[in-house]
């Protein structure tokens, strides 16, 4: 799921780096203006589980190997926005420290990891879970669900950065310059391990923590739109 | 220490950490140029230009360099590798929520 360096060109690069780029501006300022500085621990807490989820490397249908991000879960806690934070300094960490996933690489891989996924994964949560009165089983529930969506999602855009280079790039004779593959393999490669396995183990573990941290530390939902505190508090004004 | 139980959590997790490596096989396009060549017979110049010039990374495959090639040195090199990624992520996170909060202008 980290996209190496080599494997999407430079102007794809730069492209995602682009796009990313506002979107961490916007998250930074989201952090600044609703988060309390009590919360700051927390979300350093969910990056570096993020970080770490994604060393436990586990086999996959087609002979590849895949892992949990975490970024559904960490969205569903504190919000999308810190989400977004949380999950590209993990990946810069991986990119900068451990050579996983490129550098040059990062704003698509953040965009895929830490926009598309917690944001997806998020917004199919709001839907689903419902009101604030819902019961624990439905919570858990749509927490495992979103997390299946939100990683096939960034596996759905990880083949389509990789499938497109071949027909953006490549010589005269039509040898490709960067990943050698098409959608027609990438799309397949991608999904078909993300939708069968990949995708249970992340809807186990944002389930699994969302219905063991909503019971036992109902207070780590500081996302005030999950636990409809703000709600609670506009019905309070009227 | 507030979260004293996450920060637990977190480190039972770095130290199962050498079990992500029992996963036979890699993650789908994130071979080498070597692996590359093996599968279609050439390697893409392009990609091959950007892997030329990449500078080499601190721990690469979470491992630490010198750290034997096999046996139990292996895993306690990840376990490290483990340590240091968390412990850096997290510390860049409370940086920049430091910065977030205290760094307002206004």
């Known amino acids: 799921m980290h996209i190496p360096d080599g494997y999407i060109s430079p102007h794809t690069s730069a492209f995602f780096y682009a796009v990313s780029i506002p979107l961490w501006w916007l998250s930074f300022r989201k952090i600044r203006n609703t988060l309390k500085k009590s919360h700051i ?103 495992a669900l979103s997390g299946y969506i939100g990683i096939n999602l960034a596996a759905l855009f990880v083949a389509l950065e990789l499938g ?75 | 220490m507030r979260y004293r139980k996450g920060w637990v959590v977190l480190v039972v997790m770095a130290i199962l950490s050498p079990l992500g490596l029992l996963a036979i096989g890699s993650a789908w396009g994130e071979w080498g140029l070597d692996d590359i060549k093996e599968m279609i017979g050439f390697e893409p110049g392009g990609m091959r230009e950007i892997k030329e010039k990449q500078p080499d990374t601190v721990l690469p495959d979470y491992e630490i360099p010198g750290f034997a090639e096999s046996g139990w040195k292996v895993g306690l090199s990840t376990i490290l590798s483990a340590l240091i990624g968390a412990g850096l992520t997290a510390g860049l996170t409370i940086a920049i929520g430091r910065f977030a909060r205290y760094g307002r202008l206004s």
């Open chain 1, 41 to 143: 621990p927390q979300l350093a807490l969910l990056a570096a589980f993020s970080f770490l989820i994604m060393m436990f490397n586990i086999p996959l249908p087609g002979g590849t190997t895949g892992h949990a991000v975490g970024g559904v879960l960490t969205a569903v806690l504190v919000g999308p926005w810190p989400a977004l934070c949380a999950i590209t300094l993990a990946l810069a960490v991986q990119a900068l420290f451990f050579g996983d996933g490129g550098v040059l690489a990062l704003g698509a891989n953040a965009f895929n990891l830490a926009f598309i996924m917690p944001f997806a994964g998020y917004l199919f949560f709001r839907v689903s879970a419902g009101s604030s009165r819902r019961s624990h089983r439905r919570t858990v529930i749509a927490a």
């Open chain 1, 164 to 238: 497109i280079q071949p027909s953006l790039h490549h010589l005269a004779d039509g040898t490709p310059l960067y990943c050698p593959f098409g959608l027609r393999v990438t799309l397949p490669a991608m999904l078909i391990p993300h939708l069968s396995v990949g995708g249970l183990i992340e809807a186990l573990v944002t389930g699994g923590a969302v219905g063991f941290l909503s019971r036992y530390h109902p207070e780590l939902f500081i996302d005030r739109s999950v636990t409809g505190e703000e709600r609670d508090r506009r019905e309070a004004d009227i």
